[in-house]
């Protein structure tokens, strides 16, 4: 049986915006620091061998709480990467005004798979990537537990796989920033074991 834990970085101020980052490199927030500190301190118990971040910083700043807490390196991997959204990536999601980007950016969030805004990714594109990382590192961790940060596209996405429904843009799923997820693969198949566990930062 092997073991992934798979955490959102903590909340950007962007997040709080409701804004949709993409590979934009946005920080994080006072309150994402902090909540990367508690998923570090509940991961702490958990015996894992390995830790993988996507290289944008957000993830990196939290797999560095993670790291430091639990006494392990950080392997980056870009294709953990949140999805690319290009020239739409700094629309705000809710009461934007209708601009060219804004009306790319929900034609993108809708469920229309393979539309695509210039050198950006459809969600079937991200759903290929995330699918072919997490069956790689299940290969690579065979009978293991690991930690992986990544950011909410690539959670849903992967929950959407495992669960058996079409990938979409549309937010149908609780996913909280640094909240404990888990997924087991087992003689060759997926399941869900934990999704937005969130005890951890009831006190933040």
């Known amino acids: 049986m092997t073991r992934i834990i798979l955490i959102r970085h903590g909340e950007t101020l962007w997040d709080i915006e409701k804004r949709a980052i993409g590979h934009l ?53 870009p294709d953990l ?25 929900q034609n993108k969030m809708e469920n229309k798979l393979d539309c ?3 050198n950006s990714e459809t969600h079937r594109q991200r759903q290929d990537r995330i699918i072919n990382i997490m069956n790689s590192l299940a290969h690579l961790h065979a009978n293991e537990t690991i930690v992986v940060v990544s950011h909410s596209s690539i959670l849903k996405g992967f929950l959407e796989f495992v669960i058996g429904l079409e990938s979409s843009g549309e937010n149908q799923f609780p996913n909280n920033n640094a909240a404990f997820n888990s997924f087991i693969k087992e003689v060759g198949t997926w399941s869900l074991e934990t999704w937005d566990g969130v005890e951890h930062l009831k006190n933040l």
């Open 25 to 77: 490199d946005i920080p994080l927030s006072d309150l994402g620091k902090k909540q990367s500190i508690a998923i570090a301190e509940r991961l702490k118990s958990i015996p894992f061998t390995h830790l993988y971040s996507s290289d944008l910083g957000r993830a990196i700043q939290t797999a560095e709480c993670i790291s430091e807490t639990c006494k392990l390196d950080i392997t980056i991997d």
């Open 116 to 118: 695509i805004t210039p």
């Open 81 to 105: 990467r949140e999805i690319n959204v290009n020239r739409v990536d700094a629309c705000i999601q809710y009461n934007q005004k209708q601009t060219t980007e804004s009306v790319e950016y």
